[in-house]
């Protein structure tokens, strides 16, 4: 599934947003790359860990780890402004 999505220029934060459904572990599509992401991003540390090193070879360093900490911040914050806008909009 591909969705459009737009959004005015000003109400950009110097990034670019693209929204991955990543699926659930029993889901037959749970593989390679949805998978990955899935794993890194999760809030389990010492499952990823394991899991990046059992199924991907990849080992978590610290600059990954607080990558992967910051993406998870972002995704965090961008939930959040809808919310917010909505109280700003509700309080005015």
Known sequence: M???ATEKLENYDLMSVVAICLGKPDSENYTGILKFLD???SASRATTEK???EDFGVAMSEELERKCLLCVAL???SR???E???EK???A
């Open 89 to 91: 909009k509700a309080l």
């Open 80 to 82: 959040q402004r809808p």
């Open 75 to 77: 995704v965090g914050a």
């Open 2 to 4: 591909i969705e459009n």
């Open 84 to 86: 917010k806008r909505a």
């Open 51 to 53: 899991i990046l090193g």
């Open 39 to 41: 794993v890194l991003l």
